[in-house]
């Protein structure tokens, strides 16, 4: 493969660039880290000492007055978002190496702009007047290869912001470029203990012994080293448009007219989706009105959003209220001029495909929930989700129906004290008074280690007994399991003991004691 021209755009210490909150913090020594250890540093914790891959202690005591933050990779890929979209503005076919370092095919824009050099200099000159992608001095190196062209970026200055390294000059440019440049460190190692220190020098070795010694991957390095990258420039794929909005020329007052206008848009919504192998399970429904955003709303699905889904949560939204006039309502004051589909989270067709004897909830079902929802709120209709606590009533979630079932307490944390298996069937809401009694009739106690003051005889879990006759024989019982919670707030701190208790009429109890009374909290059917 013949080498290709490529520019390369490169933002210097771009990480901290897009994580600094304040526009002059170029002047301050900034570091990120990851897992403790620093991920990129700013020129002026540099010039302190600090480098990549010291841990927290070592980079604070190089430089006192460094500012800590985190490496965040999602907020760096964003914010450099701008920056690509400006370069495509100019010239088609960008490839994004990592967040501040993009390459082109450098053939189209040096034909466009008149020369590779007027090239660099229009697309240096636009990054710098971008007002909102928080990039200062970008760099910008032409040479063969993307390889050779990243280094051309890196051997510029703010004073030279472009290099252009002439065609078939590349393996000179980079004969006295350090082999750490590669990106591979334990080759990199070994090359050093080696004595071959600088690309020209490993370069100079032969392929075929450096395919023999080092592999695949020592072989691609080498032939970065000699300036031969034939990897071609891969233009990204811009992602595909899902939102759908459908205008209305006449303003809608009613709902029959926006659920009308919407049939189509919900069709090409779901359809669109499809064509990219994908499904919707949560869509965000924006209203526009005559006197601007009227009411946006997410709506879940337990499985996936066809037209018909989508076109019912649009009336729903509209009536608000829940009533069955066509009027609108749910807050609107004016008519609607405009409804957007916005797919806020979609999966692959394929995760949610049904199983051979079907699955999921019922259809008919979901429908029914979903209108009750609509009418009487989001959180009126509610399903349980079993998590996390010691408490039976600890481990219930109600969740809003169509909500993701994610409960309150996490399952997999050591919960102390929780009770084993099986749950018991019925939770009183609220904790019913019992009385627990010792053989001798007297009220059985516990101590701060756990200890009984006698063995339960006779008990009454469903309140105070109005005579001895209400009291029943213990058969068995099993406990205690105690609990210390949230030790360190006055206010929620508890302290007690829960017990299973099983009468003679075999019916079997979820006891606690707290502060020397006794409750019933939930019966075992």
């Not at 219930?396 to 994610?406: E, H, N, S, Y």
Request: glycine residues 12%.
């Amino acid at each position: 493969m013949s080498l290709t021209r490529t520019i390369v755009v490169w933002s210097p210490d771009w990480p901290v660039v897009a994580a600094a909150p304040d526009s002059d913090s170029g002047d301050k020594p900034v570091a990120l880290f990851d897992r403790g250890r620093v991920f990129a540093c700013s020129a002026s914790a540099r010039a302190e000492g600090v480098r990549r891959g010291l841990r927290t202690r070592d980079a604070q005591s190089r430089c006192p007055g460094l500012v800590v933050l985190p490496y965040d990779p999602g907020l760096d890929a964003r914010r450099f978002e701008p920056v690509v979209t400006a370069v495509e503005a100019l010239t088609p076919g960008v490839q994004v190496i990592r967040p501040g370092t993009c390459a082109i095919r450098a053939r189209g824009p040096g034909r466009y702009f008149g020369g590779e050099e007027r090239a660099a200099q229009a697309i240096a000159t636009r990054l710098r007047t971008l007002p909102d992608c928080r990039i200062a001095s970008p760099r910008v190196g032409i040479a063969d290869g993307p390889f050779a062209a990243e280094q051309a970026a890196r051997a510029t200055t703010q004073d030279a912001p472009f290099r252009i390294v002439a065609a078939g000059e590349s393996a000179a440019f980079l004969r006295d470029l350090s082999v750490d440049l590669l990106g591979q460190p334990e080759l990199s190692c070994l090359l050093h203990r080696l004595g071959l220190r600088t690309l020209g020098a490993f370069a100079a070795l032969s392929g075929t012994d450096v395919l023999n010694r080092f592999g695949p991957i020592g072989a691609h390095a080498h032939r970065l080293a000699g300036g031969g990258d034939t990897r071609p420039v891969t233009a990204r794929r811009p992602p595909p448009e899902l939102t759908c909005w459908v205008d209305f020329d006449s303003p809608a007052d009613r709902v029959d007219q926006v659920a009308f206008g919407a049939r189509r848009a919900a069709d090409t919504f779901v359809s669109g989706l499809a064509t990219e192998g994908l499904v919707c399970t949560t869509v965000r429904i924006a209203v526009m009105t005559e006197d601007g955003p009227g009411l946006e709303r997410c709506w879940l699905h337990p499985r996936w959003f066809d037209a018909a889904d989508v076109v019912d949560r649009v009336r729903w939204q509209l009536q608000g209220n829940g009533t069955a006039t066509d009027t609108l309502s749910g807050g609107l004051t004016s008519p609607v001029v405009r409804v957007g589909l916005i797919p806020d989270e979609v999966d692959p067709i394929g995760a949610h495909a049904s199983g051979l004897w079907g699955g999921g909830p019922d259809e008919s079902v979901h429908r029914a929930l979903s209108r009750v929802q609509s009418m009487l709120g989001h959180g009126a209709v509610v399903s349980p989700v079993v998590g996390g606590g010691r408490g039976p009533a600890d481990r219930q979630t109600l969740v809003a129906w169509g909500d993701r079932p994610d409960p309150r307490w996490r399952t997999d944390a050591p919960w102390t004290g929780k009770l084993p298996a099986p749950a018991p069937t019925t939770v009183f809401p609220v904790p019913q008074p019992a009385l627990v009694l010792t053989a001798d009739r007297q009220p059985v106690g516990i101590d701060g280690r756990g200890v009984l003051s006698g063995e339960p005889a006779r008990f009454c879990p469903t309140g105070r007994p109005r005579s001895g006759g209400d009291l029943q024989p213990v058969e068995a019982w099993a406990g205690p399991w105690p609990v210390s919670e949230r030790w360190w707030d006055d206010t929620s701190a508890r302290r007690l003991a829960r017990f299973q208790v099983v009468g003679a009429d075999g019916s079997a109890w979820l006891l606690m004691v707290e502060d020397g009374q006794w409750w019933t909290e939930a019966r075992y059917d």
